[in-house]
């Protein structure tokens, strides 16, 4: 089993700055890929951006050039810092772990309420 804890979220002002933090423990191997996903009341949770086991990122439209993903396998934590927040950034961060082994497993933390507002 593995367990995802995040942490980072809050209320902050249009075009303010925010870090959210993932940290993974239980039974992880080195072939990991983590992401943030977010989903916005009433709507479907939708892909922010993602760092694969190989050092490569990728992001969403909507955040690139304002959200930055990165992570420090010795901690096995992932980081989003996110900068020029708007209001439509405001949502229900959620971190992902996809392992794969023999079989591909994949786990959700319980998710961090981010809201921008003035």
């Known amino acids: 089993q593995v367990q995802l804890v995040e942490s980072g979220g809050g209320l902050v002002q249009p075009g303010g700055s925010l870090r959210l933090s993932c940290t993974a423990s239980?039974?992880?191997?080195?072939?990991?890929?983590m992401a943030w996903h977010r989903q916005a009341p009433g709507k479907e949770r939708e892909f922010v951006a993602s760092?694969?086991?190989?050092?490569?990122?990728n992001y969403a439209d909507s955040v690139k050039g304002r959200f930055t993903i990165s992570r420090d396998n010795a901690k096995n934590t992932v980081y989003l810092q996110m900068n020029s927040l708007k209001p439509e950034d405001t949502a229900v961060y959620y971190c992902?772990?996809?392992?794969?082994?023999?079989?591909?497993?994949?786990?959700w933390g319980q998710g961090t309420q981010v809201t921008v507002s003035s």
């Open positions: 992902l772990i996809v392992i794969v082994g023999q079989i591909t497993e994949s786990y």
């Open positions: 239980g039974r992880i191997t080195s072939a990991n890929g």
């Open positions: 760092y694969s086991s190989g050092g490569l990122t």
